[in-house]
């Protein structure tokens, strides 16, 4: 494959509005073919999708998406610029996607890595820092892979970065910017909430005994605890003489017994 450079990235990019890093992969999946790289955006919706990023988008829905056997719901705000677009079918199956994208991703904690706080970034840096298989590694390759380990885990906890559960070969990103592409309109995942039956409660641990006995109406008979021995039965043992096993003193006493 040949190498793309700057100024090829730069051309793809003011002809597309896509992103930078948009405009190099599709580059390199087209060898380098201005054409094709055009195509492959198109292909992927990315094309106009960074174009619209700037727009206001106020307007949309809050979907909700409550998983079969009602254990785990979803709520989640997808906004785009016109009431007319969140009216229609393909937004909503969009929104619909996304929900159930969000249901089965329980790591999921925000919409991207931006809102991933600083000091939380810093902790795992800390941490993956300090791990016993980077101890003998030097400083500059230790620190470029901490920051793969970082960049990782980053990914995990951001919805935009998952793969399509429909279609794993898209991320998040590239399915809303398909609809983008699609519907004309700029879209955004503004915030989701995921609710899992049970979360937080510290749940009693029943004795499965003791259950059972309970179901059926019988008592399990308890066994008394020993009982702590007294002040008085201590201290009389301690006064009690011990008795003298040295072998001399057992020869003499089994002498006086046949006298």
């Not at 040949?2 to 002809?15: M, T, W």
């Not at 073919?33 to 955006?41: R, S, V």
């Not at 019988?218 to 007294?230: C, D, F, G, L, T």
Request: glycine share 6%; proline share 3%; aromatic share 4%.
């Amino acid at each position: 494959m040949a190498g793309i450079s700057a100024k090829q990235v730069k051309e793809l990019r003011d002809k597309t509005g896509a992103g930078m890093m948009d405009c190099k992969k599709a580059l390199q999946e087209s060898d380098g073919d201005m054409q094709k790289a055009i195509e492959w955006l198109r292909q992927k919706g990315i094309t106009s999708a960074a174009k619209k990023e700037g727009r206001v988008a106020a307007e949309g829905l809050v979907e909700s998406y409550i998983h079969t056997g009602g254990r785990v719901g979803v709520l989640v705000e997808i906004n785009c610029e016109t009431d007319f677009v969140a009216r229609r079918d393909e937004f909503k199956s969009l929104a619909r996607d996304i929900a159930m994208q969000i249901a089965a991703c329980p790591n999921v904690e925000v919409v991207k890595t931006d809102e991933i706080p600083q000091e939380s970034i810093a902790r795992e840096r800390e941490i993956e820092m300090g791990r016993e298989d980077l101890a003998k590694k030097p400083e500059n390759i230790r620190a470029k892979i901490v920051d793969g380990r970082i960049q990782k885990r980053l990914k995990e906890l951001s919805l935009l970065d998952q793969p399509f559960i429909k279609d794993q070969n898209i991320t998040i990103e590239e399915l809303i910017k398909q609809s983008v592409s699609t519907l004309g309109e700029n879209i955004q995942v503004r915030r989701f909430s995921r609710f899992t039956l049970g979360e937080g409660i510290e749940k009693k641990e029943e004795n499965f005994a003791e259950e059972v006995a309970a179901q059926t109406g019988k008592k399990i008979e308890e066994k008394p605890a020993a009982p702590a021995p007294q002040a008085e039965e201590v201290a009389a043992k301690a006064e009690e003489p011990l008795e003298n096993t040295h072998p001399k003193a057992e020869k003499k006493k089994s002498k006086k017994k046949k006298k």
